[in-house]
């Protein structure tokens, strides 16, 4: 059988948390192991993950860390999975009920390619925008580099399904001061080897709801560090036919790294 491990990382969410595991409750005839990396967290995350615990209902690993940010959550999380794909959920997302044996197809197909990392669904957002849900492969199922997603200028949510045992090997790198790095860095540099399969399903549910403080959420003066590791990989791993087909993209790379350099000269100690 197909096993998964979820991870949510969390921060004071614990008025959300409960919505995100039911949705995980909802999922059927699968074997789920729900890792739990709390950051440092002052509310009573932990006395509520512990009653989900008591109910007994799936297999729930809570790591409490002092707060070190989502990255280092995510090289923790990896390093504890057991299960054989990895999915990243944040605390105030849910799944769709029974999303992930839908896609047991999808994932038996590329069981056994090593040159595909893992499936790349669709999020619907709530409230909904006008850009809800976009799919740059024109609603085919399809296996790209996530440099075409890049090169198409589609920006979107998704959720990866990703197998843990490549994704070992790919930890965000970690530096003194730096808790944020935007996920673009684990993409640029993941798809110099590996390929993605997207697949034209809605798997997540992202509530965007700009009154809550993300985990993933940050100022960029605040965390220019880790968007200089993020656009300095960027610039390094795209090819430059890919940003030649999406010159807008190429700018505000362009931009976002020299604006992290600057904050560099003017604010590291």
């Known amino acids: 059988m197909i096993n998964f491990t979820i991870f949510t990382p969390t921060y004071n969410r614990a008025d959300t948390l409960e919505r995100c595991y039911r949705s995980i409750l909802l999922q059927k005839r699968i074997d789920i192991e729900w890792l739990i990396i709390d950051d440092g967290s002052t509310d009573n995350t932990k006395f509520l993950v512990e009653k989900f615990m008591a109910e007994g209902k799936i297999r729930i690993v809570y790591i409490y860390q002092n707060n070190a940010g989502k990255q280092v959550a995510w090289n923790v999380a990896i390093q ?20 992930l044996s839908v896609l047991f197809p999808k994932i038996n197909e590329i069981n056994a390619d090593s040159s595909i990392v893992g499936l790349r669904c669709l999020s619907q957002k709530v409230p909904k925008g006008s850009n809800s849900i976009k799919d740059f492969s024109s609603g085919h199922d399809s296996i790209h580099y996530w440099y075409d997603e890049f090169a198409s200028g589609i920006s979107q949510e998704r959720i990866d399904i990703l197998k843990t045992k490549i994704i070992k090997e790919y930890p965000y790198p970690v ?14 540099t993941i798809s110099k080897k590996y390929k993605f399969y997207y697949v034209n399903k809605v798997v997540r549910v992202f509530y965007d709801d700009l009154s809550t403080n993300r985990l993933s959420r940050s100022s960029f003066k605040k965390h220019f560090k880790g968007h200089l590791i993020a656009r300095k990989a960027m610039l390094h791993n795209i090819p430059i036919i890919y940003f030649l087909k999406n010159p807008i993209g190429l700018f505000k790379t362009i931009t976002r790294y020299l604006q992290a350099c600057i904050c560099k000269f003017f604010y590291y100690k």
């Open 80 to 99: 504890n999975a057991n299960g054989q794909y990895f999915i990243g959920l944040d605390s105030d997302d849910a799944l769709y009920e029974d999303a």
């Open 175 to 188: 530096q003194d001061g730096v808790k944020f790095i935007p996920e673009v860095w684990f993409y640029s």
